[in-house]
């Protein structure tokens, strides 16, 4: 997958009309919430085959956190 299309997919997750890049905080986007959370869970876990907790979550920063626990899947 294209980092192009993770972000398109990232910001159709959210429901976010502002533009997303990998240097976005997340705590800047007003829709970055637990739900988003737990939809970008489930996100990885479909699309990648990536299981991550919760937890994790509470440590990233910036989208481009988000695109490393890919693991390379994003390029």
């Not at 991550?52 to 990233?60: E, I, P, S």
């Amino acid at each position: 997958m294209t980092v192009e299309q993770f972000l398109a997919d990232f910001q159709e997750l959210l429901q976010c009309d502002e533009p997303v890049t990998l240097e976005t905080p997340l705590r800047s986007l007003e829709e970055w919430d637990s739900l988003a959370v737990m939809a970008c869970l489930a996100y990885l876990d479909k699309k990648f085959g990536i299981q991550t907790t919760f937890a994790v979550y509470k440590d990233l920063q910036t989208v481009a956190d988000i695109v490393a626990l890919t693991k390379g899947a994003v390029a």
